[in-house]
């Protein structure tokens, strides 16, 4: 369906899914995603999937999160660009409008939605998507408030959902994907596993803690504001942690400060661990290295076809 080797996606990550990257993971084999809301403007975003095609022959795919906010970018400008450009991939995620997803539709475009819960999944099915990407509560990013690990959710999906289930959360290694696979999911989507390749555009430093932390070197914030986000555990996360936890509670303006999305960026490109806020999921457990991702798709796929026949030994 989606024209890839390997049944491994790169899942769009703000500040991280520029050309370097996706094109890296598609020269691989697999499908890398552009995120359109690190480009500034849709006429960015038109510039980067150009620069992205000069760096790349193979499919590739962009990303649209929907989430609300106090200024929503302007959307549907990114979904003209997006389908103008060419685009035959779209990875959308958090909300799933039916005017969206009809309309890319008709442009001829293949939508994986990205969602966290069995409900989300069919009512994406519902609304035409051709994909779901299931994430399960060990991800990096919004995890959702239901807290059901990969183990569960992705069967659950499996057992539901028509259409194909991409697994996605808490996958770094052929044996995450071997897994995965057994679940019934058709392919794998990682994150945090690609923010700790040659190829992602941050600061070495940033990857180096990545390889550094362990499984439970991840932060819950915005629980109590219901828009739970799994973050590496830094000064800042464990500083938004503690505010939320005040016996007094808290409003979104008492961490704003601390929370606001440039101050993440520039982390990222400048290394400082503890200068703002990093989406990582509970993979960085498992996360020994920093390969190019030729390295390491085909490592993942080497040792999930390994795994799978050794577990066939298992039981016979
Ligand atoms: C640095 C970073 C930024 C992310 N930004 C986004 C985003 O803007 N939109 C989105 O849909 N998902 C985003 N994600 C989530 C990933 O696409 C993916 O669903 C998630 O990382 C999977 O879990 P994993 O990190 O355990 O592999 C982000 C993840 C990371 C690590």
Not at 45 to 71: D, H, Q
Not at 177 to 191: D, K, P, R, S, V
Not at 201 to 217: F, M, T
Not at 230 to 242: D, F, G, H, P, T
């Amino acid at each position: 369906m989606l024209g890839i080797e390997y049944p491994i996606i790169q899942g769009g990550m703000q500040w991280v899914g520029r050309a370097e990257l996706v094109s890296a993971v598609s020269n691989a084999g697999g499908l890398g995603v552009l995120t359109a809301l690190t480009q500034p403007t849709p006429e960015s975003l038109a510039t980067e999937i150009a620069r992205c095609r000069t760096m790349t022959s193979k499919p590739f795919g962009v990303n649209l999160t929907l989430l609300p906010s106090i200024n929503p970018p302007p959307y549907e400008k990114y979904l003209d660009v997006i389908l103008e450009s060419g685009i035959k991939i779209l990875e959308t995620a958090g909300n799933n409008p039916k005017e969206f997803i009809a309309k890319a539709k008709k442009a001829g475009v293949t939508i994986v939605h990205k969602c966290v819960a069995v409900r989300h999944a069919l009512s994406a099915e519902r609304n035409g998507v051709d994909i779901v990407s299931i994430d399960g509560f060990e991800c990096a990013g919004h995890p959702g408030e239901d807290d059901i690990g990969g183990l569960i959710l992705i069967p659950a999906a499996v057992d539901k959902l028509k259409i194909p289930v991409v697994a996605s959360g808490g996958i770094g290694d052929g044996r995450g994907m071997a897994a995965a696979l057994t679940l019934g999911a058709e392919g794998i989507n990682m994150g945090t596993r690609f923010c700790a390749t040659q190829e992602a555009p941050i600061h070495p430093n940033i990857k180096q803690a990545l390889v550094d932390a362990n499984e439970r070197d991840t932060r819950l914030m915005f629980r109590k504001l219901h828009n739970t986000a799994r973050v590496l555990r830094n000064a800042i996360s464990e500083e938004v942690v503690k505010i939320e936890n005040r016996p007094e509670g808290a409003t979104f303006d008492d961490i704003r400060h601390l929370v606001m999305g440039g101050r993440g960026r520039a982390a990222l490109e400048a290394g400082d661990r503890d200068g703002g806020v990093i989406s990582a999921g509970q993979i960085v457990g498992l996360i020994h290295d920093i390969p190019t991702c030729q390295e390491l798709i085909e490592r993942m796929v080497k040792d999930c076809r390994e795994l799978l026949a050794g577990a066939l030994r298992k039981v016979t």
